[in-house]
């Protein structure tokens, strides 16, 4: 009975045990893993815009194909993730009814704009920094499913990381307008990819209730606290300087205290009134309206796959 079974749940839970899709778990479980897995899934997808956006016009064949290499992985990412969350009894064209129709988040970095080649290596060193700091964790996760397409991901993220790191460090000693466009685009880039861990502990809604289930194993402020001790030194080899006068190293706390952040622009960007929603959503929109005809042939085909009998 149901007692029995929210029993077996949080024993299972508390014992670090993986959650299986067959197992019994608590419909909020399952509904919150759907929220996140989902809205995971649709930030990979959105994300390949702005760095596309610089593939036509990558300054040497090395660049191109790098950059080539990861938004296809990013689209990969989505893939696993979209798969992750089909386990849980959603449909993948239900998900993206509600990214296109906004019922459903990306997040909220990829409603910036990438105005020169150095915004790539930002991105790279910065936004996929920030993703590797929060989805490591994320391979302890007690949902099976989304912890195994974690593991995945972060192997990969890796060398997104490693790339954008290279990239600003080949501007930054390379001439002083390469420098400044380098310094430029972490000026942008630095306080966004700080506000990805989302909202402040004490405005998050959901950080109490998904560490319990053990889904979110550090609290906001934990990871992006985390994430700032890891590129200080970072931009420093870099040459760069990271835009907050108010960091510094703090002996007591064994952290670097840092600045406050801008919280009315990140929730102005979750309203969708950042600077690219309206053109991510649209291009989103396009892409899938144009992407109809492969979704129809690939069912086709696996249709007569079942009926030749060779599914
Ligand atoms: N952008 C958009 N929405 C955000 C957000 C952000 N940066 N941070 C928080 N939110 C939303 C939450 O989704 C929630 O809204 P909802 O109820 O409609 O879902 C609300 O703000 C309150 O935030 P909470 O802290 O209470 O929500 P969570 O407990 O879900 O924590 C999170 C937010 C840390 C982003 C968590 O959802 C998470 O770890 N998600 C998985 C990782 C992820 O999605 N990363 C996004 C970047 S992916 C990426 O960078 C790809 C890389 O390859 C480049």
Redesign the pocket.
Known sequence: DASAHAAAFDAAVAADERIEPRDWMPEAYRASLV??IA??AH??II?MQPESNWITRAPSLRRKAILMAKVQD?AG?GLYLYSAAETLGVSRDELLDKLHSGRQ?????FNYPTLTWADVGAIGWL??G??IT??VP?CRCSYGPYARAMVRVCKE?SF?QRQGYELLLALSQGTPEQHAMAQDAVDRWWWPSL?????PDDE????AQ?MAWKI?RHS?DELRQRFVDICVPQAEALGLTLPDPDLRWNEERGHHDFGAIDWTEFWDV?KGNGPCNEQRLTQRRRAHEEGAWVRDAAAAYAAKQHTNGEA
Do not use: C, T, W
């Open positions: 929220r996140q809205q995971h930030s990979e994300g990013e990412h988040k990306y997040s909220s970095i936004v996929d920030a993703a929060n989805q994320l993220e997104h506000m990805m861990f989302g909202p998050s809604s959901h950080s998904s979110k906001n979750l």
